[in-house]
């Protein structure tokens, strides 16, 4: 059972908290009940949750270049249509065009034992196998272990990077980043050495057989080798096995590919601004997503809170004072292409952008924003902590905003990340667990009104 | 994908920032670091998720009276035991024992419709309907509606109450307390009427068919009629087939029956304080759960928080100053039974109960906890936040303690409840779903971690 029963109004009285004079605490109250009226816009009529459902279940996984992407654009362009944005339009982009094939496969055999399949996938980027490929296995932890290894341990074997996520961080995004220079750098390190290939440890604290896919680097002059992810139970077996039987071969078979660029598209739709409209807020997830799943947290409910952050704002009929974009970029997860296009056009265009907000870390439980912008920048946003606590999204300080909004460095006052809980993101993260049914209504509809309150309150002040 | 790294040292610089004298700042830089160790504790090497597993599925469903709960009691014995804490022990107290009997049905015909069927399940404490129960139904949202009926609007009809949550409401647990009168009340106030029963939409702002059962009361002066809940899918379709055809009928067939009370039992394990073994902190949850599910959430996770956070203590040497006790009380859910015969006898005894901690609001992502007590007591706990707020644990105000530990009040100087994120509790809240599958790992090992950081504290200051 549960009886903890908080204020029922919070929200409504909270600028009797603020410490201010009389006039600026009229404009607290008024800002107080303006945020009140787009939370019970979102929690009494939001689209956010259906829209996403349509995307995920209907369109599907959307990697750049498939045709699910393509019928993502028009979905994105025809969503904001029939909302009444002022101005809905395509931005032209060539992306890159990578193909998984038919379904990987992988297994190995310890000592005397029975050959066991392993639960593999191929980092996004990869090579194929060119039918099947075996060799022996060399695990490694970190680059250094890599480095002092004789050759003929490296040479003509996988590499198979196994460093496990650091479950003493409270911050899951924080293991991520501990772990996930074996993914990006492990198949040009195991090459430079000799190897055949390279195995990665799915980037995941969660014990289970999902594999993660995602992106994977090579250099030019270093030989492409095949690179897969392995799930972290079959990262388990295979690690146990080799202390069984460290001569071990393990046969994978991958038919990746990459083929030529092709055209696509960011999906902009705007809202002009009543007071300034020279002045932009863009406000953006990524549309595209891995081949594996339908992209729910990752990132179709970025897109889905920032076309409702847009619409809660319309529908409360608090129109935007500064101009307001709703982006919904392409091609965040192999190549940044979409986030590096719009900055371009902002700038060509010069455009004066006050900020950006992205929403890509999971549409989970609020917790607030993270800023990345100078610390007067930083403080002056953490003003609004009050009138955003009634509705958990107050946790406002440094950190990174997101990877598609990132080319407006310098060109943005502030590039805003929304933060969710994101406890459970890594579990889903680039697998085909990423299933809409993984999302909360509410916890989606709460994120994209902070956001719409965020900008609300951006709009209405500047930075 | 998403890169936001957070300081990975999390906890560890905290002290620094602390506004205090030289002597307090290496004081808070020990608990900081204490803390740290609870934590990693916790998450590398937490027991709690395979003991849910356990309480979960090897003994599932287990409501006063069960033979599951009577595992569950030896189950809860035997595993503080081989923790090792001082004193492991069994507290009888007599609880009711009501039996729900063959799964419920229920159908219903609007017009010259098909009959359909509805989700329904007795609420617990109901009487059976001796066979099936037909009649025609009135719709009410309010007493004050029920009221201002006329009688041949209600004698020998179903009160159907469709009150729903109040979705604006941030916390779901205000949208529970705005809702739940229906189900307590509910079969008292129809029959007054001269209703035969009582229908209750679903305490949840889901939308879905699993009905959720919860107590009900009945008033020994008015005739006792059947109450049963409708899941809210069921509640709409009723509501609309209502409009369509207002004097529809309503079949209701319910085996539920209470038994004499019969014996069982609170579980107490203790760890002697070193300094101060008189002064008594108590952790609990409940160990009872509702007949229809796992009793994941409600309260299997506030039963092996409490475990974990003196296994926490003990593991990492920071053995508390005073008495610590986990409790996993018996019968929260019908009668409070267990709850009152702690209180009872701690009085008895003399006790002195410097403050009781429950958790039992599921065990999601941390967010604070929730004090009873006076304004100078929430301040004094206010001012350990900087040292939780690393760990998201810092969201300590003045609210609701937790009912097993209710009749405390007035003996212990603090009753706190332990708040995790409740958005998705009330989807699972006494309903089949609330199964092992819906906690995650991390978010379970961080609220007991979060326990354990909160009796260190209170163990070494006091209050």
């Known amino acids: 059972m549960l009886h903890r029963f908080r204020s029922a109004a919070a929200g ?30 979102a929690l009494l009529r939001g689209q956010s949750y259906d829209n996403l459902r349509y995307l995920c279940q209907n369109i599907g996984a959307r990697l750049s270049g498939s045709p699910q992407a393509e019928q993502a654009v028009q979905w994105g362009k025809q969503t904001m249509e029939k909302l009444g944005f ?54 490694v932890r970190s680059w250094d272990e890599l480095a002092k290894l004789p050759d003929d341990k490296v040479k003509g074997r996988f590499v198979f990077f196994n460093r496990p996520f650091d479950d003493r ?42 594999p993660h896919t ?29 202390k069984q039987d460290a001569d071990l071969e393990f046969e994978l078979e991958m038919a990746c590919q990459t083929l030529p660029d092709v055209k696509s598209y960011n999906v902009v739709g705007e809202v002009k601004g009543s007071k300034y409209p020279d002045e932009i807020i863009t406000v953006g997830g990524h549309l595209d997503s891995w081949d594996l799943a339908q992209g729910a947290h990752d990132d179709g409910t970025g897109c889905v809170q920032s076309i409702e952050a847009l619409r809660l704002l319309l529908a409360t009929g608090l129109r935007p004072e500064r101009t307001v974009r709703a982006v ?23 455009e004066k ?4 907000i992205e929403s890509d870390g999971g549409g989970f439980t609020p917790r607030g924003f993270s800023v990345e912008a100078n ?36 060109q943005a006052q502030a590039l805003i990340g929304y933060d969710g809980d994101s406890q459970r993101y890594f579990d889903l993260h680039h697998t085909a667990a990423d299933t809409f049914d993984k999302v909360h209504r509410r916890e989606l509809e709460l994120g994209g009104a902070g956001m719409a309150a965020l900008i609300y309150l951006l709009s209405k002040y500047g930075l």
């Not at 992106?215 to 139970?233: E, G, N, Q």
Request: aromatic content about 6%.
């Open 375 to 410: 610390a007067a920048t930083v403080a002056r946003l953490q003003r609004w902590a009050p009138l955003l606590a009634p509705y958990h999204a107050d946790g406002i300080g440094p950190g990174h905003g997101g990877t598609d909004i990132g080319p407006l460095k310098g």
């Open 169 to 210: 961080l409270i911050e899951p995004g924080a293991a991520y980043g501990g772990a996930v220079d074996q993914r990006g750098r492990g198949p040009i390190e195991a090459a430079r050495r000799g190897a055949v290939g390279a195995l990665v440890r799915s980037m995941t604290s969660a014990q289970d057989d999902y």
């Open 328 to 350: 919904l970029f392409m091609n965040e997860e192999n190549g940044n292409r979409g986030g590096t296009k719009y900055a371009e056009l902002a700038k060509a265009a010069g």
């Open 86 to 139: 002022d101005r809905v339009y395509l931005q032209e982009v060539m992306v890159p065009h990578w193909v998984r094939g038919a379904k990987e496969k992988a297994s190995f055999k310890a000592g005397k034992g029975k050959s066991q399949d392993a639960a593999v996938c191929a980092l996004g980027g990869s090579i194929g196998t060119n039918g099947k490929l075996k060799a022996k296995v060399v695990e």
């Open 214 to 242: 995602g992106t994977t680097r090579y250099d030019d002059k270093v030989t492409k080798v095949p690179a897969a992810a392995l799930s972290t139970l079959a990262a388990n077996r295979l690690s146990a096995a080799l």
């Open 353 to 356: 952008h006050l900020a950006a």
């Open 12 to 41: 409504l009285l909270l600028s009797a908290a603020l410490a201010v004079p009389a006039q600026a605490q009229t404009a607290a109250k008024t800002d107080s009940l303006n945020l009140r009226k787009l939370y019970d816009e």
